[in-house]
């Protein structure tokens, strides 16, 4: 159980293109979703926590404008890179926890985003 | 300040070795995730900590949570090549489902 999805798995695309990527619980709703950005062989580093029905809170530094979350149900979170530029190139990767006390994240698969 | 502190960052050992990761901070956490994560994949969970004191076992890995619940430390017995990958603990703080990670352990295991 507790399966999360990502789509795409990996996006080449021009610079100033708008990406959208796609984070589904598949098995299990979340109120909460997370979306962090890995760079090479660094840790996990998280960009923004993804509420249902509200506006996402981003981490300090995280331009909200650049990178668009909507968390239209309670097993979809899409984050959209708008108008990406080569610096956005990345390992984009999202989470989901199921409700309860203690519950871990689970993560998708994460998404490789290469702008030309 | 890099509030859960993970040591070693990289670690190559012979296949067959015993290897321990660790994983420490001055803050109490509610609960304490291992995960292990392969090149282009997402990290996959190990293990969840969650009382002080606990041991947990997943075949040949240990997963110990500090009795203050400040730290964890993994051990592996007789590690294997398939062991390979970067291994992540990541800690809940209380109230909040946010995860706070190490740096990660980038292990390699020669045959």
């Known amino acids: 159980g507790a399966v999360v999805s990502q789509h795409p798995s990996r996006v080449i695309c021009k610079s100033g293109t708008s990406v959208k990527i796609e984070c589904r619980s598949l098995?299990?709703?979340?109120?909460?979703m997370f979306w962090y950005r890995q760079f090479p062989k660094q840790s996990l580093m998280l960009m923004a926590t993804s509420n249902e029905g509200s506006k996402a809170t981003y981490e300090q530094g995280v331009e909200k404008d650049k990178f668009l979350i909507n968390h239209a149900s309670l097993t979809l979170s899409t984050l959209t890179v708008t108008s990406a530029h080569p610096e956005d190139s990345s390992f984009y990767i999202c989470s989901a926890c199921p409700g309860g006390d203690n519950q871990p994240q689970h993560f998708g698969d994460g998404t490789r985003l290469s702008i030309l | 300040t890099q509030l859960l502190e993970q040591s070693p960052q990289f670690l190559s050992i012979q296949e067959g070795e015993n290897l321990t990761v660790y994983c420490n901070s001055s803050?109490?956490?509610?609960?304490l995730q291992w995960y292990r994560q392969e090149p282009g994949e997402g990290p996959v969970l190990l293990v969840t900590?969650?009382?002080?004191?606990e041991v947990k076992k997943l075949k040949r890995l240990t997963f110990q949570f500090g009795d203050a619940r400040k730290d964890s430390s993994l051990h592996i017995t007789a590690a294997q090549p398939g062991d390979t990958g970067l291994y992540l603990c990541a800690g809940a703080l209380g109230g909040s489902e946010k995860l706070v990670f190490g740096k990660g352990t980038k292990l390699t295991v020669n045959p």
């Open positions: 900590v969650v009382t002080g004191g």
């Open positions: 098995d299990f709703q979340a109120t909460t």
């Open positions: 803050s109490v956490f509610s609960s």
